[in-house]
């Protein structure tokens, strides 16, 4: 017997939001290992268990059905995007998807979730992730440090405003490699900023 290894799969960044095809559900089951269980994780993405000779074909035949394959465990995830219901350009789409193949799957201290809103209605509850990006007509405000776990969930705060599409993937992606470089093993991004302080983190993604 070979040894085993996780995988993250998603769907692609799309209008209507997480949505597997029967096709790609299927395509899930057959490249799993038999006894293996297949998990649905709270940002997303499905962890599956595969033998690790076979990763990389694994990974090209789960990409070739139109979905997108990452590092498990302690990384950023894939983008937790909004359904854009108010349409592709309006909610920024293509600004999401850019964003997304930046950021998913960067090895980090400890998990890190960032979520992406296209208004300000936030469906993809951002102010309750890591990193939050909402769209605001023509800008995108970010927001830093939520917490939605234990019995005192932290909203995140307010970290910029009125950035543009062109700035936006720069300063997340600054923020991101900030946290990987200064942050203690294992600490969480939300216990980080507290550590840091906003201030910080402006000048560390100016």
Excluded: W
């Excluded at 936006?168 to 942050?183: M, R, T, W």
């Amino acid at each position: 017997m070979g040894d085993h290894t996780r995988i993250a799969v998603a769907p692609a960044v799309q209008l209507g939001g997480s949505l597997f095809t029967p096709e790609q559900l299927m395509k899930i089951g057959r490249v799993a290992e038999p006894d293996a269980m297949i998990e649905m994780t709270n940002f997303r993405q499905i962890y599956i268990e595969i033998a690790e000779n076979d990763m990389r074909t694994i990974e090209e035949e789960l990409q070739q059905s139109g979905l997108e394959v990452y590092p498990a465990g302690f990384v950023s995830k894939s983008l937790i995007a909004c359904q854009f219901c108010r349409g592709a350009e309006e909610a920024g789409l293509d600004t999401a998807r850019a964003l997304n193949e930046v950021i998913a799957g960067i090895e980090t201290p400890a998990p890190l979730k960032i979520g992406y809103a296209g208004c300000a209605l936030g469906t993809s509850e951002p102010l309750l992730k890591d990193i939050g990006v909402v769209k605001m007509r023509d800008t995108f405000d970010i927001y830093v440090g939520g917490d939605p776990k234990g019995i005192k969930p932290k909203f995140a705060s307010k970290l910029m405003t009125g950035l543009s599409a062109n700035q936006l993937i720069p300063v997340v992606s600054a923020l991101i490699y900030f946290y990987k470089e200064h942050a203690k093993p294992k600490e969480k991004f939300s216990k980080f900023v507290d550590r840091i302080s906003l201030e910080e983190l402006r000048q560390a993604a100016a």
